[in-house]
């Protein structure tokens, strides 16, 4: 097996999807000194010049097969539906001793097509920043967006200890704390406390955006409470069309566990039972102010 380079600072990273993930990667590893040259890889011309205006990268190309050609480390900051192309992009010019990683939301899918595509996907660790907005493109970047946030990894039996341990620390210098979990098992939490909200949000402004009249636009009435719901009701729909459809088992588990609690909540509307309402409401704060107290309001 080859050697891994030496890595420290990562002399050539190579980021495909200079956007808000993969451009908050690069500044945050410039910040913290350890990568000497950056090149951003996408599809927007727009959106790679300002990524170079705004110190981002170095330099940048639309070739993903080029780009990779001389990398040290590179990192997936796509779409979850665009990584076989991409892998399948970049099989042929990989350096045999180059370290992939990635930043995908969904750990079994991102697996798979690294399974397929990649020559040695012992090189490829899977990782998942829990971080983000609701914003996307190189524009919303900022260095600071991993400090203190969970970075989990997903190695599987295939993946090299070596190159988890060095994986490990480049997420580390972003500021993430890092934890390692099987696969399956990120995808089915992440299900939970990530898909299913923001399927939840979407859902929510929907049937509310449908009951205008005449005279008033239901908005016209929100306040705090709506705008803290709904807020990741505007994050990408791309990107969230493309996570709930590579995690879709789990997801539609997670909307059944949904569909049980308000179906719950609505028999007990129609049965005018107080004590259910109050059981729900109060078990619902108690679990929500106890994952506050342990974590903080500013943790993912
Ligand atoms: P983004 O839209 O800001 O950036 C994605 C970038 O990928 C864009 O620059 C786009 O031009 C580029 N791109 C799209 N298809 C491509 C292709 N086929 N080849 C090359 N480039 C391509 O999105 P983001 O929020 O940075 O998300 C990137 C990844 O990170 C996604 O997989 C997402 O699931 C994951 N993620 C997002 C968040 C979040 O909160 N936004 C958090 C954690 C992980």
Redesign the pocket.
Known sequence: MEMIKSVNPIKHLVV???????GSVSLALKKAGKVERVTG????RD?LVLAKELGIVDDWTHDIAVAVAHADVVLL????T?YE??FAAMQDTLPANAIVTD???TKQSAIAAAQKLLPDCSRFVPA??I???EQ???G?AFAELFEHHLCILTPDSQTGAEAVQWVEEMWQATGSRVMRMEPAEHDDFLAAVSHLPHLTAFALVNAVRKQGTEQHQPFEFAAGGFRDFSRIASS?PH?WRD?ALCNRKAVIHQLDALQDELNSLKLALQNGDGDRLLNHFTAAKQARDAWLAKHGANES
């Open positions: 495909i999807g200079t956007g808000l993930i993969g890889v996408g599809r927007s959106n900051a796509v779409p979850m665009a192309s991409v930043a995908g939301s998942h920043p971080a983000g907005t996307s493109g190189s919303a990408s990107m996570i």
